[in-house]
């Protein structure tokens, strides 16, 4: 198992980012190699990627969801990952987003990447495109305020 992690400093409201890594369609305007997300429903999504010549289709759940503060995931079928992108309030106009990124190398490609550090180099690489695209357009290009609560 492969964890990444990452955080990023935002010069937008907390708010602001939240909203916008919700709108999972637009992923692929800011992560390298991830060719498309579609939202199957309020909690799923199907993602196509594609990472040196490799390509992916899996599904994944979102498991835990609560504005402002932290989105959770895990695959449910295909590749083996999960992940959680956790959103801290450092004044009005700033914030900082900390990734945690969990996935299990499959083929002989992907198992070299983890020996390379690929995952936490790809990890970091999407944080800092994610802070200029929000930085850049300064609103959220739609948003999602639903809560899906981890069961206790």
């Known amino acids: 198992m492969t964890t990444a992690e990452h ?4 010069a937008v409201p907390v708010r602001t980012a939240y909203d916008q890594w919700t709108q999972f369609e637009d992923f692929p305007k800011f992560m ?13 999504n199907h993602w196509v990627t594609k990472f040196a010549g490799v390509s992916r289709e899996f599904d994944t759940e979102i498991t835990e969801q609560i504005p402002d503060d932290r989105i959770a995931w895990k695959s449910v079928d295909g590749v083996s990952h999960a992940g959680v992108v956790t959103f801290h309030r450092l004044d ?38 994610f802070k200029r695209f929000i930085e850049a357009r300064g609103t959220a290009t739609g948003s999602y305020r639903g809560t899906t609560e981890q069961p206790t």
């Open 92 to 129: 009005d106009t700033h914030c900082r987003l900390m990734l945690q990124l969990d996935l299990q190398p499959d083929g002989f490609v992907e198992k070299a990447g983890e020996k390379l550090g690929v995952v936490g180099h790809q990890a970091k690489s999407d944080m800092e495109n």
């Open 7 to 10: 955080s990023v400093d935002v």
């Open 32 to 44: 390298d190699g991830v060719e498309s997300i579609s939202q199957v429903s309020e909690r799923r």
